[in-house]
């Protein structure tokens, strides 16, 4: 199922083929560092680099029968090379190869990632300078609050998804390593040196200590940078999905002309592509889980870990990448309606401005609480008796003789509560 959502650049990275040829570059990047430190002769070496091949058939039918990948990998390579074949994996453990190899699998991964996050930033700043100054009502509790603009909540997404760029960049970073240190990790069999230089020929950092793995606590830190990182997509998701409800309707994800939205109802236009996002946001996170739990491994290694991250890595890859990709697609086609946010914010007849009205009572010379209570009170009675808010309290003494018709009047003026819109701004993009 999840090749569904695989775009062609990252269904190669996670294919079989490519995972080969990782593995492939990592040895002859080995070779080519111990032929330089004389541990295995120059054209030993050089025919490893020029004659290595393989066919991903080979290495499946090889495995069948020996039941060990690795083992499989290097017989199928090894018929291609010849008699310095014998020189192949010189050195080197099973793990070292595919630790290796995984981390430019994931550099590559990480690049059409990072990629989606930026697009999406773009997206999210282009639409929130877009509305900047489209009024709307803010809610708490699902409940009208005070005003907000639209392009307020835009940029709140902008500025989440910047933070979820650094936290991205600093655990890819953490897993652009290599471990060529053997089976225990002592370099029993190569130096520090010999690693730093199949490392450096990979674009890789050496681990500073490893066991016979890298260990998964980078790894976990990786997949749980992604959740958090769907996770903010699926607020954004959610928020569309309440914001196109029936009774609220301030916007609605693009529906095309021949779209259906249900096949018993006409009239339908659903949140799908919100949905999708929020139900494939849970894989993601579900995944976090199993990452957690392969940083536990027994002594220097056990293969726990391996047959969960065959799934997870690509999966929580493949759908971050889908998922960033879906939500900017929203985002950058999403309806809004300026016009029924301000239906919306003028429906409570003026309750959202209660706060204002407190404050103002309170600057006039009026005791807080005696001005809460009164406040209140006619607020009360206007949710009760589907009243006008503002006209309920025109006609309150206590507030007339306190407040000119000016000072009344600005109370009630949203334009005064989003005074600072350009200052939030600026703050955010500087």
């Known amino acids: 199922m999840i090749a569904r959502y695989t775009r062609p650049e990252m269904s190669r990275i996670w294919s079989d083929e490519n995972k080969y040829r990782c593995w492939l570059r990592v040895e002859v990047a080995a070779s080519q560092a111990l032929a330089k430190a004389g541990m295995v002769p120059q054209d030993a070496a050089d025919a490893i680099r020029d004659k290595a091949d393989f066919t991903v058939a080979r290495i499946q039918a090889i495995e069948d029968e020996v039941k060990h990948d690795v083992i499989a990998f290097t017989t199928a390579v090894a018929e291609h090379i010849g008699p310095e074949s014998r020189w192949l994996h010189y050195g080197l453990t099973s793990t070292d190869v595919v630790d290796t190899a995984q981390a430019l699998q994931l550099k590559e991964a990480s690049a059409l990632i990072r990629a989606g996050i930026v697009r999406l930033s773009e997206v999210l700043k282009k639409r929130a300078l877009e509305f900047k100054h489209t ?21 709140l997404w902008y500025s989440e998804m910047q933070r979820n760029l650094a936290r991205f960049d600093s655990t890819a970073e953490e897993l652009r390593v290599g471990k060529l240190s053997g089976a225990v990790g002592t370099f029993g069999h190569l130096k520090p040196a010999h690693e730093e230089a199949i490392c450096a020929e990979l674009g890789l950092t050496p681990v500073l200590i490893a066991t016979q793995v890298v260990q998964r606590d980078r790894h976990a830190a990786y997949i749980a940078t992604l959740a958090v990182m769907v996770s903010t997509l699926d607020k954004i998701a959610t928020e569309v999905r309440h914001l196109q409800r029936t009774e609220v309707r301030e916007a609605e994800e693009f529906f095309s002309e021949k779209q259906k939205g249900s096949s018993a109802m006409p009239h339908k236009r659903n949140p799908i592509t919100s949905e999708q996002i929020s139900g494939l946001a849970r894989v993601v996170r579900g995944n976090a889980q199993v990452a957690f739990e392969n940083i536990v491994l027994w002594h220097e290694r056990d293969i726990s870990h ?56 309170a600057e006039s010379g009026m005791l807080r609480e005696d001005a809460y209570k009164l406040v209140q009170g006619h607020a009360m009675r206007a949710w009760k ?11 309150e003494p206590e507030i007339t003789t306190r407040l000119t018709p000016e000072k009344f009047a600005r109370a009630f003026a949203f334009q005064r509560q989003l005074a600072n819109v350009d200052a939030i701004f600026t703050r955010v993009l500087g």
């Open 135 to 155: 009024p709307t009502i803010g809610r708490t509790h699902g409940v009208h609050a005070e005003p907000t603009t639209f392009g307020l909540k835009m940029l």
């Open 306 to 361: 391996s047959s969960a991250e065959r799934v997870i890595l690509p999966d929580s890859t493949i759908l971050a990448d889908y998922l960033l990709a879906k939500t900017a697609t929203l985002i950058e086609r999403l309806l809004v309606y300026p016009e029924r946010m301000m239906k919306n914010l003028e429906s409570t007849g003026g309750l959202i401005f209660s706060g204002q009205l407190l404050l103002d009572l």
């Open 385 to 395: 008796d589907d009243l006008v808010f503002k006209d309920e309290v025109a006609k």
